[in-house]
């Protein structure tokens, strides 16, 4: 055991090695190169598909495991918005997954993964019950109905059907798109001052093993990059032309009229490995890959957030698996993939992306 303890700290103190290799093919001892620029996708046996609504900028994003996939999830946020989470405890019966539906649409969006459902039955994947074989496809929502009008206008089944037909084992789309098309950060200061982010994603590879993460971000707080503190997108300043620093308003304190609402901030995720786990430990690792969310957003799990992110385990990686250290790779991978989310996105609806404000 002490050498499992070992490895884990030395990896977070190499952790600024580690991060070269999330952008370019790393190479296994086996040969093979696992090619982590894709993100999510770099785990082997997962599709990735979006579908973004052209009426209004919102969305929803499918993560297809049609083979199945062990998984486990944490919730943080005081205001979840999800569906079918209760049977990833790992205390209940079904042990695998075929999909995780990312979506906005705030709860009208969990229609959404009826649509993959509906994809999948068609394809005969689904828990097997001798009668008929059930997709399992867990699913959560952020909150997006404000923003860009129309809040009539929300993902449906049509659209997680959609994002399923869409769904390929290339490289995954970031930005403006899918479950992010309506995401926004800095709302902490109101929505005048608030930013845009999207869809992030990462990936990791450490000799064989993979970790990926891929993210939604639509946080009330401040994006912060972990490599060196710095505000990436959030609450700007009152000429709208810099970043507030959040960390410092929350010290300062709020004035009331400043605080966001209740339920329109949520970061939902997913974060994935090649390797074999059970229940209780993709559960674990879920756990520990939440830390991502705490080093790149501040503040986070507020009560007003649906805060939540998925662990799936695809089991092609044989031997025994280190749990602390995918742990320890997965809150990386997710915080890696939140500035991804920022720096990705694109400005819409007159609110702008970090890409649009002067650096200085």
């Known amino acids: 055991m002490m050498g499992r303890h070992a490895v884990v700290l030395a990896l977070v103190a190499m952790e600024a090695p ?14 093979v190169a696992v ?7 770099a785990v082997a046996g997962l599709k990735l598909g979006h579908h973004t609504l052209s009426e209004r900028p919102t969305g929803c994003t499918v993560v297809l495991a ?31 997954v075929h999909a995780i539906v990312l979506a906005g649409g705030s709860a009208f969006g969990l229609d959404a993964a009826t649509g993959t459902v509906r994809w999948l039955e068609e394809r005969g994947i ?24 129309q809040p009539q206008v929300r993902p449906a089944a049509d659209c997680g059907y959609r994002a399923a037909q869409a769904a390929s084992s290339g490289p995954a ?5 899918g479950a992010g098309a309506g995401a926004t950060v800095g709302k902490l200061g109101g929505p005048g001052r608030s930013m845009k982010a999207g869809i992030g994603t990462a990936a990791i590879a450490v000799g064989d093993l ?33 970043l507030a620093d959040a960390r410092r308003l ?4 709020l004035r009331r009229p400043q605080r966001p609402r209740p339920v329109e901030n949520t970061t939902i995720g997913v974060v994935a490995t090649n390797a074999r786990l059970t229940k209780a430990e993709a559960q674990r690792v879920a756990m520990m890959a939440t830390a991502g969310y705490a080093r790149a957003i501040s503040p986070v799990h507020l009560p007003g957030d649906g805060d939540t992110l998925f662990a799936l385990a695809t089991g092609t990686l044989q031997g025994e698996a280190d749990v602390g250290l995918i742990g320890a790779l997965a809150a990386q991978v997710t915080a890696d993939a939140i500035v991804r989310a920022a720096t990705q996105a694109t400005g819409s609806e007159g609110v702008p992306a970090a890409r649009d404000l002067a650096r200085p």
């Open 18 to 31: 580690l991060r070269a290799q999330v952008s370019g093919p790393g190479p296994s001892p086996a040969g």
């Open 35 to 41: 090619d982590v620029s894709k993100g999510l996708t």
């Open 66 to 96: 049609e083979g199945g996939v062990v998984a486990a999830v944490d919730q943080r946020g005081g205001a979840p918005g999800t569906r079918e989470t209760d049977l990833l405890d790992p205390v209940n019966h079904v042990q695998q």
């Open 126 to 149: 689904g828990y097997d019950t001798r009668v008929a074989k059930v997709p399992i496809v867990p699913s959560a929502i952020l909150f997006d109905l404000g923003f860009g009008g």
């Open 173 to 177: 789309a970031e930005g403006n798109v």
């Open 210 to 242: 993979v970790v990926a993460a891929l993210v939604a971000v639509n946080a009330v707080g401040d994006i912060i990059d972990p490599a060196n503190g710095s505000v990436v997108a959030g609450v700007r300043t009152e000429d709208g032309k810099g």
């Open 250 to 253: 929350v010290r300062e304190g």
